[in-house]
């Protein structure tokens, strides 16, 4: 097993800036209270311990991995829900680097915005009936979700898979 290894420095508390004393929202006119950061020195001493990364390793312990979870509980229960129904691909392909399947999204429990608001940004639709429903569950189109993803498809789907495959790439 590979040595267990350090890496120290100071260098200027970052959140009082190297004065010692730190001002937030709290404090005004002039007033300031002692940086908890640095206590008070206005050096933030880091130490940093690691082992080498030699290679990924393998565990035994996942069988199936998703690329974001957008804030649910994942998982799998006999006769409920099985874990393909929150989209991802088995352990065995990610550890492989097969790109992920189509339709990989967690597409049984979140509707577009609500995954791409996670899992990339620039495909998150915009659409006009999606704003202003508070969360996204609550949105009177959230029941009839797969007609959002089957628009979704139709407008991003192709670009995203291009997208993603070009990021595997590299």
Not at 39 to 58: A, L, M
Request: hydrophobic content about 25%; glycine content about 12%.
């Amino acid at each position: 097993m590979p040595t267990k290894k350090f890496f120290e420095y100071d260098g200027v508390c970052e959140d009082c800036k190297g004065t010692g004393v730190y001002q937030g929202m709290g404090e005004k006119d002039g007033a300031g209270i002692q940086c908890h950061t640095c206590n008070g020195t206005g050096c933030h001493s880091v130490k940093i311990s690691y082992i080498p990364f030699e290679e990924r390793k393998v565990s035994t312990k996942f069988k199936w991995v998703y690329p974001v979870n957008c804030g649910i509980v994942v998982g799998e229960k006999a006769g409920v829900c099985t874990y393909k129904d929150f989209g991802g691909q088995s352990y065995g392909d990610w550890l492989k680097g097969k790109p992920l399947p189509d339709k990989f999204e967690m597409r049984t429990f979140t509707c577009p915005a609500w995954y791409y608001q996670t899992f990339d940004w620039g495909f998150k639709p915009e659409w006009n009936e999606c704003l202003g429903c508070g969360d996204f569950s609550s949105c009177k189109h959230f029941k009839s979700k797969n007609q959002c993803w089957e628009r979704w498809d139709k407008k991003f789907g192709a670009k995203a898979r291009l997208k993603r495959e070009a990021k595997e790439k590299s």
